[in-house]
């Protein structure tokens, strides 16, 4: 009886060939739909885990892989250089470091502007227009500007008024003295006063100081005041002459008659109308 040893090199081969009868076995019956023996059934099962296990781990390499490519798209001068796993990590490190402390950075700039803004704000309205002043000389100040303006506009008021007050004078003049009135003798002087000269009807546009401005308006309201004064002076003494010329018709048409020596009672009546002429020729004079 001989005895054929078989070297160890050789027993793994067996092996894997009765793994792979078996699995072929296994696969033929199921196709047959022949029911499997426990232990081919075994083998299937564990072949299953294995392709499901298989599977699971290419897929978690691939999401690793797909990181790896996503980081180092985000690193900076990296295009068209290879790297490692372990390099992009690193790298990518480095970055995210820098990121922080260009943020705290940034903060620290915020704070120090917020800060220059409300001691900006706080500060008073005389020493921000002092400082405009010292910026730039001759800048006009804002408060200044308004108040200008508002005393030209009562320059332009005041020269309104006193148009107006010139056509109520005109007016007055047109009404007190008809085109075709008759002169009645008279042995009373009359005064004659002059009219004030006509005010200019334009307006100067005041672009000087603050004083000059304030200087210009009370010009033109004594001005004013002058005008009103010789119209109330000048309807005054037109009043006065119209009474005068009145009186002065009275007495032309109660003129006494010439009387005769010889009747007594027209004597009577003649010294009666001397009487009352003296007495007008006494109420005419001033």
């Known amino acids: 009886m001989e005895y054929f040893m078989m070297p160890a090199q050789k027993v793994p081969s067996l092996q894997h060939f009765r793994k792979t009868e078996k699995e072929v ?28 296990a298989n599977s699971n781990e290419r897929r978690r390499m691939q999401s690793i892989n797909a990181g790896f490519q996503s980081l180092k798209t985000l690193i900076p001068h990296t ?29 620290q700039q915020n704070t120090q502007l917020k800060r220059f803004i409300q001691e900006f704000n706080g500060s008073s309205p005389k020493r921000r227009r002092a400082e405009d002043k010292d910026e730039g000389i ?15 506009r009562e ?17 007055l003049e047109e009404q007190l003295l008809p085109p075709h009135l008759p002169l009645a003798p008279t042995h009373h002087p009359t005064v004659i006063v002059p009219a004030p000269p006509p005010p200019s009807h334009h307006v100067n546009v005041v672009t000087m100081g603050h004083s000059s401005v304030i200087s210009s308006v009370s010009t033109s ?10 119209i109330q002076h000048i309807e005054g003494t037109r009043e006065k002459q119209l009474q005068e010329e009145e009186l002065r ?33 006494a109420m005419g004079d001033p």
Do not use: H
């Open 79 to 107: 295009d068209g250089e290879k790297l490692s796993k372990a390099a992009i990590l690193q790298q990518t490190a480095e970055y995210i470091f820098s990121l922080e402390q260009e943020k705290t950075r940034l903060l």
């Open 155 to 171: 320059m332009i008021e005041l020269r309104q008024q006193l148009d107006k007050e010139r056509s109520v004078r005109m007016m």
């Open 221 to 230: 309201r004594q001005n004013l005041d002058t005008i009103v004064q010789a």
């Open 249 to 281: 018709r009275a007495v032309i048409v109660n003129a006494p008659r010439p009387c005769g020596e010889s009747d007594t009672a027209s004597d009577t009546e003649c010294d009666d109308s001397d009487a009352e002429q003296s007495k007008d020729d």
């Open 138 to 152: 001759g800048s006009p100040d804002i408060w200044e500007e308004e108040k200008a303006d508002d005393l030209r």
């Open 25 to 52: 076995i296994g696969g033929l019956c199921s196709l047959a739909n022949i029911p499997l023996t426990p232990e081919t059934q075994r083998d299937q099962e564990r072949r299953i885990r294995r392709e499901i």
